[in-house]
């Protein structure tokens, strides 16, 4: 390829070079990408593209929390169902359900019944939003994951074991029982407890126990009672001798 | 009670399991599912749009009605360098733009022409030209010659087209999504690269160079060097550079470059 100098006059205006080195090679325009002249090459790299420095790797840190945006209808409309469940029933029991299938559900929908006992399912984000701003505050942890709800108006919780016990996908994982929140262990226990009735027997049984012995004691014959109370005398003076 | 309901139920899931994978209403296999909450978007009101009454795409001649046609020289330089003309919307709302330089010829235009106005719904789109018909004449000698003996004959026509020139241009009823496969097919088969952009998208897509201009971290840049002529670089450039600021190299446009 020969070099050829070609001298160009140039008008008065603009600032070019008188002289221009021009090889015959390949044209301005090309199919391919011409290879550039390794001046050109390297005021190319010089002149490159620099992006502004990244604050910070996309999930360096935690997300800030995420502002509070208006309800829409349904969460609404859900919210108010969720207050009037936890305004009238006494057990609200959260159940995790793994894979049930829709016969299973019907099965332990119409054995709970029987007892009172309703299923509910409700969407877990409305559940936290609602009680976040309610006082079940603390049973927020629970909703994570595929929850059901068993709610009803009285604590009849030996028949909810029973029959959780024999499904296989539900897993009870706490309860809130007249205002308290049990795990499920706690739920285990409050099952094993004895009804009002039979705590309150106990107790007054207990308070009076003094009194209704003595009762019991005045009752049988005197001479009995004469016998103990020698007998306790005699106790009463062997104390007394060793102690001096 | 119950036992009845359970044998009503045990017995309709054997039935089921008795017809195998062609269940009724029943679907005892399958999980329980539960209302959850799903927002729906609007879709797009499209009731102030006007179609015009020709839809299609016009026939293109292959060639212009010239008496006496004359031979002209190569002139690469138009397809050097983004376009001036024909790179904004007008009516449509999508359309193809050609992302380098090329020639179309007859065979291109047929196709897009043929493959659009197969595939559009008449009711709903229109579409527009806005790349005229060949109109640069495109000289070759025979096979076999030797170099020399005048130039050769005319063999056709083609139509040069710029970086950022729009192609065909599509509105109507529609949204993006129906239109753009059937754009895509056709901007593939072009001989240079193009892509279907919507108004917003080539508006995005302008503003994001911009905002590369803006947030340069480099110091220096091809302008001030070349209009500086700094280290007498412009022996190596060509006075194109001057007007390109190294985003194209022949018919190329170099995305990477600010």
Not at chain 1, 14 to 35: D, E, I, N, Y
Not at chain 1, 175 to 200: E, F, H, M, R
Request: charged share 20%; glycine share 8%; hydrophobic share 40%.
């Amino acid at each position: 390829m020969a070099a050829t100098l070609c001298r160009i006059l140039l008008p008065k205006q603009g600032w070019l070079p008188f002289t221009q080195c021009v090889r015959h090679g390949s044209k301005a325009v090309t199919r391919h990408k011409r290879p550039l002249h390794f001046l050109k090459q390297k005021l190319m790299s010089v002149t490159r593209y620099i992006p502004p420095p990244r604050p910070a790797p996309p999930g360096a840190y935690p997300r800030q929390t995420i502002r509070d945006q208006e309800d829409d209808p349904f969460t609404l409309l859900v919210k108010k169902n969720l207050k009037s469940v936890f305004q009238e029933s006494k057990m609200i029991a959260v159940v995790q359900n793994s894979g049930s299938t829709a016969d299973e559900m019907i099965l332990l929908k119409y054995k709970l019944h029987k007892h009172g006992i309703t299923v509910k399912f409700f969407p877990n984000q409305v559940v936290r939003s609602f009680l976040k701003d309610s006082t079940y505050s603390n049973m927020a942890p629970l909703f994570i994951g595929h929850t059901v709800l068993f709610i009803s108006k009285e604590p009849k919780v030996k028949e909810m074991l029973s029959s959780l016990r024999t499904s296989r996908h539900m897993l009870l994982l706490g309860a809130c029982i007249d205002n308290t929140l049990l795990s499920a262990q706690g739920v285990v226990s409050y099952s094993k407890l004895p009804s009002v009735a039979v705590v309150q027997g106990e107790l007054v049984s207990g308070l009076t126990l003094l009194t209704s012995q003595t009762a019991a004691m005045l009752q049988r014959h005197p001479a009995q009672l004469s016998a103990l109370l020698q007998q306790h005398v005699k106790q009463q003076s062997s104390e007394g001798a060793p102690k001096a | 009670m119950f036992s009845i309901i359970k044998a009503a139920v045990g017995g309709l899931t054997a039935l089921c399991r008795v017809n195998g994978h062609q269940q009724g209403l029943l679907h005892g296999h399958l999980k329980v599912l539960a209302a959850g909450l799903k927002t729906r978007d609007i879709p797009p009101d499209h009731s102030d749009v006007v179609l015009p009454d020709r839809r299609k795409l016009k026939f293109v001649n292959k060639m212009p009605n010239f008496k006496n046609a004359k031979k002209e020289m190569k002139n690469l330089k138009d397809i050097q360098g983004p376009a001036t003309t024909a790179n904004a919307f007008t009516k449509g709302e999508f359309a193809i733009v050609a992302m380098g330089g090329g020639y179309l010829h007859w065979g291109h235009i047929e196709m897009i022409r043929l493959t659009i106005n197969r595939k559009m719904d008449p009711k709903t789109t229109f579409a527009r030209w806005r790349v005229n018909g060949p109109y640069k004449p495109v000289t070759r000698k025979g096979l076999g010659m030797r170099m020399g003996g005048g130039k050769g004959a005319i063999d056709q026509y083609v139509t040069p087209v710029r970086y950022g020139r729009f192609i065909v241009e599509v509105g109507g009823k529609v949204e993006l999504g129906e239109i753009q496969r059937i754009m895509t097919e056709v901007a593939q088969k072009l001989p240079f690269k193009a892509e279907v952009f919507s108004r917003a998208s080539l508006a995005a897509f302008q503003k994001k160079h911009a905002d590369m201009e803006q947030n340069n971290q480099n110091p220096w840049t091809f302008k001030e060097i070349t209009l500086g002529n700094m280290l007498g670089i412009r022996k190596v450039l060509s006075p194109k550079d001057l007007c390109h600021n190294g985003r194209f190299a022949g018919k190329f446009h170099l995305p990477w470059r600010v």
